[in-house]
């Protein structure tokens, strides 16, 4: 069991500067995030975008606003669970909270701030009919274990970075690579386009363009699929079947925590703490609703600041706080390190 | 200056709506200004032609900008296109639109 200050849901930037404002309160925290690397949509959609309304920043790459954030946190020691996602929340008799993720990591915290963002990013599936019935039966929508495909007959479908990198891999692990894309180009990298040309011209790739896969079929496990290139219908026989189509990001089990919900995102309390209905749970970021709510970075960063005093309180009720600038206390990191301003030198002059 | 553009909505409901040219304005901001589809399902990654909830389909002959690289590889990825798909936040709100007619996809 994990156990920490503030369990914080998402790793985004609001997650990770709460890191910073509960760390100047001597609160440890610890980030649960589905996606395997920290800085949510900057990271995983935008890296080399531009942001430019972060304050002090007149342009700010969004991965690099994520390094930075990083780094300002560091001294603060923040722990991660990357690469699952929060499935249930426990409330527990003294009022703290378990949490446990889709693989079965489980975290104990008195505070639990969910700056889920727009939700976890969840592979987006294809609308074929009995899909959901073949799903760890021969579909997948990501690759775990390649070794798995090993002599196997595999069928990728897709046009972008990952359809082309996987079916590149597995042209030398399985024994049949098929690659179906509803258009003759690939977007993708030159070279990984390139490389798949090389592939189906040695034979170790079959590639089937302008196509997409229409059914599934096979008793227990996936036996075999159509794809439809026009008029024609061309039958496949696999073992497996890999839809990549990328990521698109669901609020998911966290609408099922009895949260109230207001246009896909959690009503908070924004006139005192952005505390959610259920005492002990914050929503900060873009997962929260409130009137006059704007989905910026900026009030991500001022929604986490409250939410940590309000933490605080509720996890040390007999202490009281006063607010502290950076400038006057320095910035004293778990890690034993001290950021402070250097003093002046008052010295006479004999 | 105001120009009317219609949206069939995702229920099958038209709505002809007033569009500002001067507001810097897409059309997928202008289909969540009006609360045209629930928010959450449209304009998912905030009007990068990142995700397809906004995509539409283009129901008048009007002369709509050219597709970026971007749109065009975000449309050979998405589900339910059809030959008329655009991205919504690919497109700017201009005088040229007026009586636009456009239909929302379906949510994926």
Redo the contacts between chains.
Sequence with gaps: MIKTDILIIGAGPTGLFTVFEAGLLKLKCHLIDALPQPGG?CAE??PK?PIYDIPAFPEVLAGDLVDNLMEQIKPFEPSFTLGERAETIEKQDDGTFIVTTNKGTKHHAPVVAIAGG?GSFEP?K??IDNLAFYEDKGVSYMIKNPEIYRNQKVVIS???DSALDWSIFLADVASEVTLV???N?F?GHLDSVDKVKELKDLGKINLITPAEVEKIYGEEKVEGVVVKRGDEEINLAVDHFIPL??L??K?GPIANWGLEIE???IKVDNSLDYQTNIPGIYAIGDVNTYPGKL?LILCGFHEATLMCQSAYQRIHPDKKYVMKYTTVGGVTGFDGTKKEAPKAVVKAID | MDIKITIIDREGEAHTVDAPTDMNMNLMELVRSYELAPEGTIGICGGMAMCASCQCYVLSEHNLPEMTDDEDAMLAEAFFVQNNSRLGCQIQITSELDGLQIQLAPEE
Excluded: D, T, V
């Design positions: 949509q959609l935008y975008k727009l987006r294809p609308l897709g046009g972008g894309h509803r258009r180009e977007r189509f990328g698109s990001p609020l246009k896909n995102a989905k």
